[in-house]
């Protein structure tokens, strides 16, 4: 990938981070349970017996998986991961 657009990226990502946790600092600050996080992560059929885990905040394909079984376990996976690196970073 280009330099630049690698840069770019990464840079969205802090951003968004930063978003995420500002949002549930707010809400701690007025007293009230900060929205439930939705599913990062979803299974697209692509052909036959051919996946996609799309990652739903930004649209981008994580992964790809040739039974739906894997696909799925795999969008586990990134859900397990993403929710680790959410606690690890105090924001839940």
Do not use: C, S
Not at 14 to 34: C, D, P
Not at 39 to 67: C, D
């Amino acid at each position: 990938m280009h330099p630049r657009i690698q840069e770019r990226n990464e840079g969205l990502q802090a951003l968004r981070a930063r978003m995420n946790l500002a949002t549930h600092q707010m809400y701690a600050l007025i007293g009230q349970e900060a929205p439930v996080q939705k599913i990062r992560y979803q299974v697209v059929t692509k052909g036959e017996k051919a996946y996609h885990i799309v990652e739903l905040a930004t649209g981008r394909v994580r992964g790809f998986r040739f039974a739906y079984k894997a696909a799925v376990n795999f969008a586990q996976e990134l859900e397990a991961r993403a929710d680790a690196k959410a606690a690890m970073a105090g924001v839940q």
